[in-house]
DNA sequence: AGCTCGACCTGCACGC
DNA sequence: TGCGTGCAGGTCGAGC
């Protein structure tokens, strides 16, 4: 399910259940996600206060109170829940970990394929861990432009696909908005990703996908994400931004793009779907 | 070091 | 109805 959008959208529905609120209980009924919940997971958590839920890419992270951060990633098909305490939802399949919080909410992780997972680290780890050290930059920051877009892709002879799909290179995008921000940006997820790096047009072509992938994420984030099949919000409402897709999902439909006349054509690359105009992007 | 591909899981839509 | 196939919003790690 969740690419930055989604996980944004997570974190924010999460932020009064468990922002300066205490883990009253933790319950893990499987503890085999995509990897195993780390040792006494439940009693380390217990009693402890979440005093800060930030994102990077598509790792939730929050801050706990005692110097550490447990990191959360949805991988495919991860979803959380917010309920009442006293209004406490039955339990559904593949509900793996509660938290119940002092906020009276309780949150349930969900996921039936078991991509995600949940892993505890000491603060002062966050920038050397394995899983966070190689991270790219977050390409809603100001920082984040056609130039450091364009140095990112230096060298590289993988297909600009592949490029915007690598979390080393630019964090967060995934299948969806990937092919989104290439068409909007006009460029083909074909070309090779070290054609972004430059002067003159090159410099041009990284500057309209920087942007494009500001724009395209801007817009999701306010839709609430995009629900295919798992993604909820915390809240249990849809996300939007389905219906806004240009591409993704709509092979044989007219291009979006303004004057263009192309029709939105399905390839494979990287064994993964793309969905692109063969027209109008370049 | 960069790149490709298989593996990890479940559920669903499809065709026979 | 049942069964097989292929596909799905991710990403790690083996092998080149």
Same mark, same amino acid.
């Given at each position: 399910?969740?690419?930055?959008?989604?996980?944004?959208?997570?974190?924010?529905?999460?932020?009064?259940?468990?922002?300066?609120?205490?883990?009253?209980?933790?319950?893990? $009924? !499987?503890?085999?996600?995509?990897?195993?919940?780390?040792?006494?997971?439940?009693? $380390?958590?217990?009693?402890? =206060?979440?005093?800060?839920?930030?994102?990077?890419?598509?790792?939730?992270?929050?801050?706990?109170?005692?110097?550490?951060?447990?990191?959360?990633?949805?991988?495919?098909?991860?979803?959380?829940? %917010?309920?009442?305490?006293?209004?406490?939802?039955?339990?559904?399949?593949?509900?793996?970990?509660?938290?119940?919080?002092?906020?009276?909410?309780?949150?349930?992780?969900?996921?039936?394929?078991?991509?995600?997972?949940?892993?505890?680290?000491?603060?002062?780890?966050? !920038? =050397?861990?394995?899983?966070?050290?190689?991270?790219?930059?977050?390409?809603?920051?100001?920082?984040?432009?056609?130039?450091?877009?364009? !140095?990112?892709?230096?060298?590289?002879?993988?297909?600009?696909?592949?490029?915007?799909?690598?979390?080393?290179?630019?964090?967060?995008?995934?299948?969806?908005?990937?092919?989104?921000?290439?068409? $909007?940006? *006009?460029?083909?997820? !074909?070309?090779?990703?070290?054609?972004?790096?430059?002067?003159?047009?090159?410099?041009? *072509?990284?500057?309209?996908?920087?942007?494009?992938?500001?724009?395209?994420?801007?817009?999701?984030?306010?839709?609430?994400?995009?629900?295919?099949?798992?993604?909820?919000?915390?809240?249990?409402?849809?996300?939007?931004?389905?219906?806004?897709?240009?591409?993704?999902?709509?092979?044989?439909?007219?291009?979006?793009?303004?004057?263009? =006349?192309?029709? %939105?054509?399905?390839?494979?690359?990287?064994?993964?779907?793309?969905?692109?105009?063969?027209?109008?992007?370049?």
């Amino acid at each position: 399910m969740p690419e930055l959008p989604e996980v944004e959208t997570v974190r924010r529905g999460l932020l009064p259940a468990m922002l300066r609120a205490r883990f009253l209980a933790v319950s893990a $009924r !499987r503890e085999d996600l995509r990897w195993p919940l780390p040792p006494a997971f439940t009693a $380390r958590l217990k009693g402890v =206060t979440v005093e800060g839920l930030t994102r990077r890419g598509k790792y939730l992270l929050a801050e706990l109170s005692g110097g550490h951060i447990l990191i959360m990633h949805l991988g495919m098909s991860g979803s959380f829940r %917010i309920s009442n305490g006293l209004d406490a939802a039955p339990e559904s399949a593949h509900d793996h970990v509660v938290f119940v919080m002092s906020s009276g909410a309780t949150v349930t992780f969900n996921d039936p394929r078991r991509f995600g997972f949940m892993l505890l680290i000491r603060s002062a780890e966050l !920038r =050397t861990h394995k899983l966070m050290r190689a991270i790219g930059p977050e390409p809603l920051d100001a920082s984040f432009d056609g130039a450091a877009l364009g !140095r990112a892709c230096a060298g590289r002879t993988v297909s600009l696909k592949a490029a915007l799909s690598n979390q080393k290179i630019v964090a967060g995008l995934g299948n969806i908005y990937v092919c989104e921000a290439l068409n $909007r940006a *006009r460029l083909s997820p !074909r070309r090779k990703a070290a054609t972004l790096d430059g002067r003159g047009a090159a410099s041009t *072509r990284a500057a309209a996908l920087a942007a494009a992938i500001k724009a395209v994420l801007t817009d999701a984030i306010e839709a609430g994400g995009s629900s295919l099949r798992d993604h909820r919000r915390p809240d249990g409402e849809l996300g939007l931004f389905q219906h806004h897709f240009r591409v993704y999902d709509r092979a044989g439909a007219p291009c979006p793009n303004r004057g263009c =006349t192309g029709r %939105i054509r399905r390839i494979v690359q990287n064994g993964r779907s793309t969905f692109f105009c063969p027209v109008c992007q370049r």
